[in-house]
């Protein structure tokens, strides 16, 4: 039988173990942005190589599930000789998968700005760093906002699978707690509760956003 | 990795592959076909059953597909439903899939502009054949992209099935790497097949939207 | 005022790939007056009206602004650098057919921006110079509006505002009035004319043939990337000798039938 105190039981310890949820999602989206900067100027550039090795980046980690580059990840660190915690080699893994979609999102709200505006900024004589940083940059970063906070709701999912190498997150705190418990289906649907607590309250402020933005 | 390598596991990462594919397949077509049935009920529906189809969506989008398949694989049992790793799995993919797909599809029915199903109402055509003839083929063609999108990421989840022993590509190719020692060959490779998998989809779907598009005017 | 230039163009040449947009074309632009280039779509108005900025590349021939080569360093030679060009294009005021305000900015900060970042103006300065630019334009009440709070023809008045903030010697107009609600077309023809009394030298693409007869100083008409005629609006309008002209403009009345 379903028991209510076992399910009500869960929420304590498993609330607390989200806080490794919510910090692997939190600095993995704060990676992504940095490199996805990178990464999408690359793709924009003048230059040929710059622009292949863009979108080789980009094709490789939206091709390659996340779990295999966790675990490529995983054996690869070793193997090179540098010695990190998994919990930062968990969070750089996330991060890097996440900046080839954070890139495209990017490229897609500069390529949806119309082109007159650049050419006004232009035929008033305005250099082209100014163009960017006052007419591209506060532009996109705004459109891109609602994006960015569907990404980072799929990377609250996403770090789930990190359980797998072994962080105690959410996810890898359920499995404890249900081993321990044999309540399985209590404490997965705890844990089930808890993701969706998160990733409703990150919708709200993605549709607040988006609300702000239509205005 | 060498030649005896291969020849001690080809079959078993074969059977895999094989196990992969139709995981996918078979996923995305159960999948697909559950989130247009949503999609449909959702529009023709009573209130209450859109609402109760709201609040499934939300909650399969909510949460991620491992904890999904945790409930379904481990939670299962305790109710009554005892399912091996493979069935669950799908069934887990036909869940996890649906809601995306509904919503995918439901757009795409937003997108057919309202003029042609008047038009077809305007000359007597009942509503059921409208669906079928002029909403479904108009929306499918909108949401083609997406769907084909959406399939390249189930052809992601997939290896999410190996963490409940479905025994996937993945799944075999752990075990092997763990009785061979080779982890990070075994990965690189594993990776490399998915890079040239997915991208051999996208292809494919640009190609069919090329095609079934061809009638259609561009704005 | 800052002085009014002219602008002279020799025997422009301009190339889409195989498709030859600018086809020899010679015009001159005397200072101080307003010059009207009409043509059917594709005549390849608007594409020169880009040359004299340089928004758009010429191939061969060469424009002068008061004299000075603009685009290349010498004629037929190297592109000019980038900060020289954009010397050059303070000069050059520009009002776009789809405005291209930014719309993430308010009224006043789209007037004052280019004060500030290109003149090099301190912000408070900047600020007052885009208010008398804005009241010169009857909008002194809207400057706090973002451009989507703005109607059309309102967007446009703060277009030109941001243009003529720069105080630029020359003004180009591409098709201001094509993309506004007919009731709105007035407001903006109103600003042009005062502008035009003011002895700013404008060169208007237009679809407006009443502005052209009635405002401009020469009218050119333009087709299939050459220029046809180039005169005063009664040479061109009364009595056109070019049978191409003459089609244009039966065709023109025809549209707005009622009219005459």
Not at chain 1, 31 to 47: D, E, K, P
Not at chain 1, 91 to 107: F, K, L, P
Not at chain 1, 189 to 207: F, Q
Not at chain 3, 74 to 85: N, V
């Amino acid at each position: 039988m379903f028991s209510i105190q076992t399910f009500l039981d869960a929420f304590v310890p498993l609330a607390w173990a989200a806080r490794y949820t919510l910090l692997v999602s939190c600095l993995g989206i704060a990676l992504g942005l940095v490199i996805g900067v990178v990464v999408c100027a690359m793709r924009l550039s003048g230059s040929r190589l710059a622009r292949g090795i863009g979108a080789l980046w980009v094709s490789f980690l939206r091709g390659v599930p996340l779990l295999v580059q966790l675990l490529l990840m995983f054996y690869l660190l070793p193997v090179i000789g540098i010695d990190v915690p998994p919990l930062v080699a968990a969070v750089v893994t996330v991060g890097i998968c996440a900046s080839a979609y954070i890139s495209e999102i990017w490229r897609g709200a500069i390529g949806a700005l119309p082109g007159g505006q650049t050419e006004a900024a232009q035929a008033i004589g305005m250099g082209p760093a100014t163009i960017w940083r006052r007419i591209i940059l506060p532009q996109a970063v705004v459109m891109s906002l609602p994006a960015l906070v569907n990404e980072l709701i799929l990377l609250v999912k996403a770090s789930s699978l990190v359980s797998v190498v072994g962080i105690l997150e959410l996810t890898r705190a359920s499995q404890a707690q249900a081993a321990t418990t044999f309540r399985p289906l209590e404490v997965y649907l705890a844990a089930a509760c808890i993701y969706l607590a998160i990733n409703l309250c990150l919708a709200a402020l993605g549709r607040w956003l988006e609300h702000r933005m239509a205005i | 990795m060498e030649l005896s390598v291969l020849q001690q596991y080809g079959p078993m990462l074969l059977r895999g592959f094989g196990i992969t594919v139709f995981c996918w397949l078979a996923g995305t077509v159960l999948s697909m076909a559950l989130g247009l049935m949503i999609a449909l009920a959702q529009r023709y529906g009573p209130r209450w059953l859109n609402w109760l189809l709201r609040a499934y969506i939300e909650v399969i989008r909510g949460t991620p597909f491992l904890v999904q398949l945790f409930v379904l694989y481990y939670g299962g049992p305790l109710v009554g439903l005892r399912l091996d790793a493979l069935p669950a799995g799908l069934l887990g993919l036909t869940v996890y899939g649906s809601p995306y797909f509904a919503e995918i599809f439901r757009s795409g029915f937003g997108a057919v502009p309202h003029g042609q199903i008047e038009a077809a109402r305007a000359v007597g055509i009942p509503e059921p054949s409208i669906v079928r003839r002029i909403l479904l083929p108009l929306a499918l063609v909108s949401a083609l992209p997406a769907l084909v999108n959406f399939s390249i990421i189930l052809t992601k989840e997939t290896v999410i099935l190996s963490i409940i022993t479905v025994p996937e590509l993945m799944y075999q190719t752990q075990r092997m790497s763990t009785e061979t020692f080779r982890y990070l060959e075994a990965n690189f490779v594993l990776a490399l097949f998915f890079w040239g998998l997915v991208e051999t989809i996208s292809r494919l779907g640009r190609r069919l939207e090329a095609r079934v598009t061809r009638h259609i005017e561009r704005g | 005022m800052t002085q009014a230039a002219s602008v002279d163009m020799t025997r422009i040449n301009k190339f889409y790939g195989p498709f030859q947009a600018l086809r020899d074309v010679s015009l001159h632009i005397p200072p101080g007056k307003v010059t009207c280039l009409i043509g059917p779509s594709g005549s390849g108005k608007s594409t020169l009206l880009r040359c004299i900025n340089f928004l758009e590349r010429y191939d061969a021939g060469e424009i002068r602004i008061d004299g000075q080569l603009i685009g290349y360093d010498t004629p037929g030679g190297r592109l000019m650098s980038g900060r020289r060009l954009r010397e050059m294009r303070r000069d050059i005021g520009m009002v776009f057919q789809q405005f291209n305000l930014w719309p993430h900015m308010t009224a006043l900060q789209n007037v004052a921006e280019g004060l500030e970042r290109v003149r090099g103006l301190p912000r408070a300065e900047a600020e007052a110079q885009a208010r008398a630019a804005l009241d010169k334009v009857g909008l002194g009440d809207k400057t706090a509006n973002h451009p989507a709070r703005l109607s059309g023809g309102q967007q446009q008045r703060v277009a030109i505002a941001r243009a003529i903030a720069m105080q630029p010697r020359v003004m180009l107009f591409d098709e201001p009035t094509s993309a506004l609600d007919p009731e709105l077309v007035g407001e903006v023809l109103a600003v042009m004319k005062q502008l035009a009394a003011e002895g700013m030298t404008m060169v208007v693409v237009t679809h407006e043939m009443g502005f052209a007869a009635h405002v401009a100083d020469r009218v050119a008409f333009m087709e299939r990337g050459e220029l046809v005629a180039a005169g005063t609006p009664a040479e061109i309008f009364a009595n056109p000798r070019d049978e191409r002209i003459r089609a244009f403009l039966h065709s023109y009345h025809e549209r707005n039938a009622f009219e005459v």
